[in-house]
């Protein structure tokens, strides 16, 4: 493998792994902070990319589908939250399970009666459409570029919430100890809305951006959905920087796998899960605060 190949090879893991800790951070948000099990993740992932469809096609500006994708995801978000998702705090797992087995029913059949069966492409501003050379035969699509760029802005506002504001503190004192956090009257329970909302609404924006790289289909989030639990796993529970850790981990070892292993590349991250687990237990930083 040439240098140029390994850049391109390189550039595509990060890539691969930015979006899938989008994805992953929700997750490891809201089962890691309010102690629900989603199951119905990969559908809102999903959701993401057909709302981008939707609008960039409507308004034929695809910033606005992206946005507008993250912004109706964190409604939707809000509203699971007060209706359904409240009632399964301090549940057993088997009813968190089951409610949400029933909103991936739900949301797809949704998604059949709006959008569709059909696969759809959504078409990129001409701006994000061209090519940067890497070398004198090989070129690097500038949209992969400006995805990573997105999803490492997003992972470090994330961070920055989480370590620098109010917000973060609270959110921070609800994961180290709940029931303390309550009998100081500090507000958590009208934060844990926001905290599903905003998990909801980055698995939106993850599908959003790779939509016009995978193109849209019907359960195109399943995969996701395991991928991210195995990230949660990785990383530890509760745990953004090991949902980072392990996001970049996995993108790496796919993506490369796929070029020097491509007929073991199907289990290479399950047996990287395997061994991080029998050495630690508790993921690579262990089950911590956010």
Not at 171 to 184: D, K, P, S, Y
């Amino acid at each position: 493998m040439d240098i140029g190949t390994f850049a391109i090879q390189l550039l595509n893991a990060v890539q691969y792994g930015l979006v899938l800790f989008l994805v992953a951070s929700g997750l490891t948000l809201v089962f890691g902070i309010l102690g629900v099990i989603n199951l119905a993740h990969g559908v809102f992932y999903m959701l993401g990319a057909y709302l981008a469809w939707w609008l960039t096609v409507a308004t034929g500006n695809f910033a606005v589908g992206i946005v507008g994708a993250f912004a109706i995801s964190f409604v939707i978000g809000l509203a699971l939250e007060s209706v359904f998702i409240r009632r399964l705090y301090g549940r057993d797992h088997l009813s968190q399970v089951l409610l949400s087995f029933g909103l991936i029913l739900v949301v797809d059949e949704l998604r059949q009666m709006v959008f569709g069966r059909d696969v759809q492409s959504v078409p990129l501003p001409e701006w994000l459409s061209g090519s940067l050379p890497l070398t004198e035969v090989l070129n690097y699509p500038v949209y992969r570029l400006a995805v990573s760029l997105l999803c490492l802005a997003v992972a470090v506002a994330i961070f920055l919430v989480i370590r620098r504001t109010r917000i973060g503190m609270v959110v921070r004192a609800g994961a180290e100890n709940r029931e303390m956090t309550r009998a100081l009257g500090i507000p958590f329970d009208s934060v844990n809305r926001y905290v599903f909302a905003v998990g909801i609404a980055l698995a939106a924006l993850a599908g959003a951006v790779i939509a016009p790289i995978s193109t849209v289909y019907p359960g195109m989030g399943d995969g996701m959905l395991i991928l991210s639990f195995v990230v949660v796993v990785l990383g530890g529970i509760g745990s953004v920087p090991g949902a980072a850790i392990g996001a970049l981990l996995i993108g790496l070892i796919d993506t490369f796998g796929k070029v020097f292993m491509p007929e073991l590349a199907g289990i290479l991250i399950y047996v990287l899960m395997a061994v991080v687990l029998v050495v630690r237990p508790t993921g690579i930083l262990g089950k911590r605060e956010v």
